[in-house]
């Protein structure tokens, strides 16, 4: 036989000559067909274990036409909901035999691009792609079968509403989040509503949609100011303070929890109070909110489940090669110390159906 070098990897080839038969019999033997004898795989089983033969996944993997790889882009890895995201898709995944490569775009729409491309490189098994504006269209032309899951879809070209029928699509329901929020300002008694958001992410335009429609199906409607915020405002939110403080209002409900948080900081270094002047109002629940001063009220999204229904739709893909239909996960607004009833409750209304 002949010996190979210190180092070098044993192959099937090896194992194969150690039991005396041949690569294709050994490559049955380990993967335990019965149409080979029980003394032959006894054989091969022993031969691998006297060479310490460890099977090429890759090659294997290239022969069944499947890497057992998914691929998962984030909008921005450093956010507390995509990590959430992120750790539900892998604990999924990896529960399944699968393993998952990341990548972020941080904003950037050429180098989402080219993380798709690198997935559809790396023969990937299926991609998900989480809060990113990038065209869905696109993103499964350039992902081969385009087999890809979009996890809370910001694409202004897929609306995230309750009618939305596209496969694929794992969402959170934010109109009934919204509709909450509604509920509880007017059960307050708050009166000057203001949202914060950037008026570009689908996600945002459909909750402050989803908010100004609740606010004015009441017995005494409501309109909604808006304070555009820019995206990333909350790493500086200086300028939209700013903007509050030139006519505060009752309460702002804010497009995200990391907005939030952030202007409470900002309004107390100016001398404003939450919730005695101001209400402050999230969106997203992540760990931050329960820890703030005061306590964050805010609509939680179960954020690991959309990781793993994500992973669970493309394992599903997979087996099927059909694509599931879109889901949408419920949300629970949880009212903390940042919202309160406002002096005796006169003025309170009800909103409509």
Request: hydrophobic share 45%.
């Amino acid at each position: 036989m002949t010996r190979r070098g210190a180092g070098e990897r044993v192959v099937l080839d090896d194992v194969a000559r150690r039991a005396g038969v041949s690569t294709s019999t050994a490559s049955r033997a380990l993967a335990e067909d019965r149409r080979i004898s029980a003394a032959t795989r006894r054989a091969v089983r022993e031969a691998a274990a006297d060479l310490r033969y460890v099977p090429n996944a890759t090659a294997r993997s290239l022969r069944a036409r499947r890497t057992r790889t998914f691929g998962l882009l984030l909008a921005d890895l450093s956010d507390p909901v995509h990590g959430l995201v992120a750790a539900g898709f892998e604990d999924e995944a990896a529960r399944n035999g699968y393993r998952v490569a990341f990548a972020a775009g941080q904003g950037d729409d050429g180098r989402e691009r080219r993380s798709l491309r690198l997935f559809a490189e790396q023969a990937a098994d299926g991609v998900a792609i989480a809060s990113t504006l990038l065209d869905p269209t696109a993103a499964r032309r350039l992902v081969p079968g385009g087999r890809v899951v979009i996890v809370q879809p910001d694409s202004p070209r897929l609306p995230r509403d309750r009618r939305t029928t596209i496969r694929g699509v794992v969402r959170t329901d934010d109109v009934a989040g919204m509709e909450a929020i509604a509920a509880h300002l007017v059960a307050c008694g708050y009166r000057d509503v203001a949202y914060v958001g950037d008026g570009v992410r689908t996600s945002d335009v459909v909750r402050r949609r989803a908010l100004e429609r609740a606010l004015a199906a009441g017995s005494a409607p409501m309109p909604v100011r808006w304070v555009r915020a820019p995206d990333e405002a909350w790493r500086a939110p200086g300028p939209v303070v700013d903007a509050i403080l030139a006519a505060v209002p009752d309460v702002l409900v804010c497009f995200d929890d990391k907005l939030a948080l952030s202007l409470l900081d900002g309004l107390r270094t100016r001398g404003v109070r939450v919730p005695d002047d101001v209400g402050v109002v999230g969106f997203d629940g992540i760990p931050y909110a329960e820890i703030s001063n005061p306590r964050l009220t805010t609509v939680v999204t179960p954020a690991a489940e959309m990781g793993r229904r994500a992973a669970a739709i493309l394992i599903a893909a997979v087996q099927t090669g059909t694509m599931p239909e879109a889901e949408t996960l419920p949300v629970a607004l949880v009212v903390r110390e940042s919202t309160r009833v406002r002096g005796d409750g006169k003025g309170k209304v009800a909103l409509g159906g």
